[in-house]
């Protein structure tokens, strides 16, 4: 029931400690940021964090089997270091705290750090355990418990006062017991006290004897009925069981229930003392001390003896049936009419095994009820935790960033204030709240925790500034990013993670340029880089190169990689890889430099060089973009069509069908427009999985729309939108929809008239996210267009109105048109101008065309000829298109990202999904 590991955090933990490799698996949560090819990623660590305050508060809350299984997990894949040793120091306290003294010295052998304060006392509490007192003596002799931590303090009275009582110095023992409960943080650690003490009592003294027993025997009968005797019942209870006579006629459960049955009603603290050794002996899953410590709940008055009682139940619980019978016992002595004295620890405990059992309502209640109705509580702390761990499992972030911030302020314990200060980072940066994220991030370097980088911090902490999205994002990342590096702990590959991200954002918002001389001055200023690191570096540089237009520098750094030293000490698949990428780097800059035949030679050798490899694919794509950019369209279209028919089953076969299709059709003529419709049909029977189909069906309807058949048009419209309702481009297709129905509108038809009208409308008033601003302006200049040649002037300007009034007045929203949606909008200002000027409205007309000039909107010298009284120009074209690319070369930002990913296969789920914000493709759909 317990056991709430989870596969997420199971699949984080490579990452997250390190380890060289990435794995096939994804983790829990989306991955938000594009990662370098090959190279260990930091990877946000929320999901950990989550992991490590439930064992953190498994332990604190008395379920140490729960607390070790987590510990055990995260140790089977942590390398060996500080943090492996900060989790080895957590597992011998749950084992300890188990009752698994074997297991807590095999966890303590397995040490390896220097003996801290923390290792000696856990040292010691193992070697009482064993009862190899002299040796503890020594070990606990070491420790000034003044340099321990609170919550260890306590744990080093508590072994004096064992090692005392094996002395028989009673009265030094009881000191030190003393001392070790007014030490204690909370009620729980207090409980946990009493519960070692009680077994170390079971598990103590030499082999018993027969006389032994009787002299016990005859004590017990001698003093029956006086707090002596009880005392003697209770040692004569424990002796039995130390005997090995436990359960069953004559044993010690036996004589205890016995003894329970004629003690008097004024002794309440007897029963709860006798009730819980039944339990301890017999233990919970024992229906003799399963009862026992049921009863002791119920009605005990020693509320020490009653939380313990509490934890042997909880952490017996482990099946569903066990589980299920404890939640209804649990239920009734929460609702039982007289309160219980341990009634917030009831809450916690059953918002425990709720959140077990993923019953994240009951476990939100019993916390908040926790938090709201004992507000001076030491649990208040667990009790955010909680709520935090469920809102995070509900993927509501931003719940649990607030509740794990009063997580943090609501306990005393610094490596738990850490722990939760960067869990409330992760909330943020998941909530998408990145603002408060980095500063989260920023705080929680103040104070790592144990087995958190801190370079993955600071890796997280520029991302976050990064993905703010404001106009000063990403110059604020770089100056957090430059900021940091002086601090040590940046390690080298957080370090070039952080700059692969700033070096691909940089490119996406047309800064390539900065972004190589970034990547140069790092590389220059960070030497004793690791050889794979050096490697990567060097490439990128060069591929940054190429983009800002410095072919003769790319093609130098791309010949590098042939020098003998170049890949020394670099892992084999990368060094099988970089050579075949660096020809390819090579024959795109002879490309770009004038020297196609040397530029083929090259991407010829590499095709007969390399295997049916991601570079040999890219090897004809890259020669077939030079032949559509200098005009030769066949070749193009014969390459693309190559690659299909001769790699059927590469994932380039569908991109190579639709780019061979969009060479046919630009080649113009009946012949190549069949021939492009027939390839993007192929597309889409051959690969109906592809995620080119809908766009290959889009192209379809509009090349049946060029050439004027727009009842086939139609069709292809309509079945996107019936079979592609929530595609993120589905809108683009509603778009072409009404500019069908627009041009076979002609009177006396009404109908698609209408339908034309009413989806503009739709269009340009729709509030859904995939509803950019340039499809809405387009949509709203369509709608007054229309109505404008109807002769519906006044309808028209309306029309107009909304739109010039949400996306040009509005200074926040014209932000957000692009270069399409600037055109439409001074598309709108022209035809507006002009019908206003048909119906001698002068000046209004001269304010739509002062507009085009004061906003920069294209057609500003049309509009000055106009203003100035000189005859009108002709309307300028829609802007054309970006050169027709392969999808995965459309931007060099995501050239970067696929880099290597075919040398490594099982990297290719976990690395194509690269940061949205730099690597989106411009979908087909959505071009003008």
């Given amino acids: 029931m317990m056991n709430r590991l989870r596969v997420a955090f199971l699949l984080l933990l490579p990452l997250v400690w390190g380890v060289v490799g990435a794995r096939a698996d994804e983790p829990f949560f989306t991955q938000t940021n594009n990662p370098v090819p090959l190279a260990p990623r930091p990877v946000t660590v929320g999901p950990l964090l989550v ?242 410590l049921d009863a002791l709940v119920a009605d005990g008055v020693d509320r020490d003896k009653q939380r313990v009682a509490l934890q042997l139940l909880a952490v017996t ?83 649990a960033a607030s509740y794990a911030a009063q997580a943090r302020d609501a306990t005393r314990d610094p490596a738990a204030r850490a722990l939760f200060g960067v869990l409330v980072a992760e909330s943020y940066y998941r909530a998408g709240d990145y603002r408060s994220a980095a500063g989260a991030y920023a705080a929680a370097l103040a104070r790592v925790p144990a087995g958190v980088s801190a370079g993955g911090l600071m890796f997280q902490q520029v991302m976050s500034e990064l993905k703010s999205g404001d106009a000063d994002a990403l110059t604020r990342a770089q100056t957090v990013a430059d900021r940091l590096a002086a601090d040590r702990r940046f390690d080298a590959v957080s370090r070039w993670q952080t700059e692969w991200n700033l070096a691909l954002a940089m490119q996406s918002a047309g800064r390539t340029a900065d972004a190589l001389a970034r990547v140069t001055r790092l590389r220059a200023e960070t030497p004793g880089v690791p050889p794979n690191l050096r490697a990567r570096m060097a490439w990128l540089e060069a591929r940054l190169a190429l983009d800002s237009g410095a072919p003769e520098r790319a093609l130098a750094l791309a010949k590098s990689f042939a020098e003998p030293r170049a890949l020394e000490g670099v892992e084999s698949v990368l060094r099988r890889e970089l050579p075949a990428r660096s020809l390819l780097l090579q024959a795109e800059a002879n490309f770009a430099l004038g020297n196609p035949a040397e530029a083929v030679a090259q991407l010829r050798k590499l095709r007969t060089d390399a295997q049916d490899s991601d570079t040999k694919m890219r090897s004809f794509i890259v020669e077939a973009d030079y032949y559509a950019r200098t005009g030769n369209l066949a070749e193009a279209q014969r390459l693309m069509t190559s690659l299909a028919d001769d790699y059927r089953t590469s994932s380039y076969a569908p991109e190579a069908l639709y780019q061979a299709a969009l060479h046919a059709a630009r080649r113009g003529g009946e012949e190549h427009i069949r021939e492009a419709y027939r390839l993007l049909e192929r597309l889409a029977k051959d690969y109906p999985a592809s995620d080119l189909v809908f766009y290959a069906r889009m192209k379809q309807g509009d090349l049946a729309r060029e050439y004027n058949n727009f009842s086939d048009a139609q069709l292809a419209y309509e079945y996107l939108i019936n079979n592609y309702s929530q595609h993120a481009d589905v809108l683009a297709a509603h778009l072409a929809l009404a500019n069908c129905h627009r041009a076979r509108s002609a009177p006396p038809d009404v109908s698609h008239y209408e339908s034309a009208l009413t989806i503009y409308e739709r269009l340009r008033d729709l509030a859904d996210t995939r509803a950019g601003a340039d499809l809405r302006v387009e949509a709203g200049f369509q709608l007054g267009d229309m109505l404008a040649d109807r002769g519906d002037t006044d309808r028209a300007l309306r029309a107009w109105w909304v739109v ?79 050169p027709r690319q392969h999808l995965r070369l459309r931007s060099a930002a995501n050239q970067l990202a696929t880099f290597l990913l075919a040398t490594h296969s099982s990297l290719l789920a976990t690395l194509f999904s690269p940061w949205k914000a730099s690597t989106s493709v411009s979908s087909p759909a959505a071009d003008p």
């Avoid at 270091?81 to 074997?102: I, Y």
């Avoid at 938090?371 to 935090?388: G, H, K, M, N, Y």
């Avoid at 002068?842 to 203003?867: S, V």
């Fill in 51 to 292: 992991e490590e305050a439930g064992a953190r508060r498994a332990l604190a809350m008395g379920f140490p089997s729960v607390a070790a299984t987590l510990y055990e997990e995260l140790l089977a894949h942590a390398p060996a270091g500080p943090a492996t040793d900060e989790l080895l120091l957590s597992l011998v306290e749950a084992r300890l705290d188990e009752g698994r003294t074997d297991l807590a010295q095999a966890a303590l052998a397995k040490f390896r750090g220097a003996p801290s304060s923390s290792y000696r006392l856990l040292s010691g509490l193992v070697a009482v355990r064993q009862r190899r007192m002299s040796e503890a003596t020594t070990v606990l002799g070491t420790i000034n418990p003044a340099e321990l931590a609170p919550d260890e303090r306590g744990w080093w009275h508590y072994a004096q006062g064992l090692i005392a009582e094996a002395d028989k110095d009673y009265e030094k023992a009881t000191s030190a017991f003393q001392q070790a409960q007014e030490s204690a943080i909370s009620d729980l650690q207090r409980a946990r006290f009493l519960l070692a003490r009680e077994r170390s009592r079971l598990e103590s003294g030499a082999p018993v004897t027969d006389d032994q027993l009787d002299q016990l025997k005859a004590s017990v009968e001698k003093y029956q009925g006086r707090a002596v005797g009880y005392d003697y019942a209770r040692q004569y209870a424990m002796t039995l069981a130390q005997a090995g006579r436990k359960t069953g006629a004559g044993s010690a459960v036996d004589f205890l229930q016995k003894q329970l049955a004629a003690l008097p009603l004024s002794e309440p603290a007897v029963r709860d003392d006798y009730r819980l050794l039944i339990g301890l002996i017999a233990g919970a899953s024992n229906k003799a001390g399963r009862d026992a």
């Fill in 317 to 399: 619980a482990g099946d569903d049936t066990a589980s299920s019978a404890f939640r209804t016992r649990l239920n009734g002595w929460i609702d039982a009419p007289r309160p219980s004295p341990i009634l917030e620890n009831l809450l916690l405990v059953r918002a425990e095994t709720a959140l077990a059992v993923q019953d994240y309502s009951q476990a939100e209640a019993d916390a908040k009820a926790v938090v709201e109705r004992f507000p001076q509580s030491p649990l208040r702390a667990a009790a955010f935790a909680q709520l935090a761990d469920a809102s995070w499992q509900q993927r509501r972030f931003r719940a």
């Fill in 804 to 882: 010039e009034d949400a996306f040009l007045l509005n200074e926040e929203r014209a932000a957000e048109l692009g270069p399409k949606g600037r055109y439409w909008m001074a598309r709108l200002l022209l035809r507006k101008a002009e019908l206003l000027e048909s119906a001698a409205r002068h000046e209004e007309a001269r304010t739509a065309w002062q507009l085009i000039i004061t906003k920069g909107l294209p057609g500003a010298t049309l509009a000055r000829q106009r203003l100035a009284g000189r005859p009108a120009a002709p309307v300028p074209p829609p802007p054309p298109p970006p």
